[in-house]
């Protein structure tokens, strides 16, 4: 903190990730527009995190939605740093306006951590206080996305896909055992090598406006509460259960093109099922 006890703000956005002037990059095709986003699903909603959560904000896809993000954002500044414009930290941000949904988004910065264990310990804290500070909210995590091959094979950032697989068990972990709903990001942007597609951004890590278009979509429609054999989803009134309600299987493969994406996405009617609200 600086002198004076406020703590340290943070106003860089997910546009400093950005090569200056570079045009938006080819090589994902979303598979929704922004017009088929859920205005109602994400009113009264916030969103705390890092670089993930401030490229959401970026693209103003959703303006009805408050957020406290950072690209600088960690499980470790998160409750002594400010960001934007505001002067209390960003986690104490959520004490003070009551929210339907809070969506919760790290994990990008703490790849290149060789302790999943720790991370996931100190994420469960964060996740407990979040539950604490809104009691009457609906809580979900959000996955890391993937990464291209280029950027994995370069171990860019530690985002292998190996460690972001390694770190999406210890989220998903975190959802069932707090009964959060969890946002599978590999499973709305990757191929079927659990890739991103090389070209979608400057450094295969940061995402495109078609990628946030359609990760978007997939938090109102298929988010899950994890119970170790199946996947519970949201629907978007964001309760469990609906027209979209169970994926039987917990560890489902992303399919290799945006058509099977957009199949893979689609929960038929006959696996419906409904568990009780996680919060």
Known sequence: KPAGGEPEAVEETAMDLAAPGEPEAAGYTPIHRADDISAAFFENTAFLGDAVADT???YGLIPQASFYTSVRLDLDNVYNTAVGYGTVPAADALKSTKFSKIFLSFGSGELGMADTQSFRTRYEELVQKVKTYQPNAQVYVIGIPPSSRTASDAALYGATVQNITDYNRQIENIAEDNKV???DSVMALANSNRYL????SYD???LDKGCITDLLWYMANNSYVP???????TTESGAPGGDEAA???ATATPAPEAATQAAATQVPASI???TPSPQ
């Open 56 to 58: 959401i904000n970026m």
């Open 181 to 183: 709903f969890y946002v």
């Open 197 to 200: 597609a090389d070209g979608v």
């Open 204 to 206: 295969g890590i940061c």
């Open 227 to 233: 119970d170790g054999t199946s996947r519970t989803s």
């Open 247 to 249: 994926i039987t299987s």
């Open 272 to 274: 419906q099922g409904t």
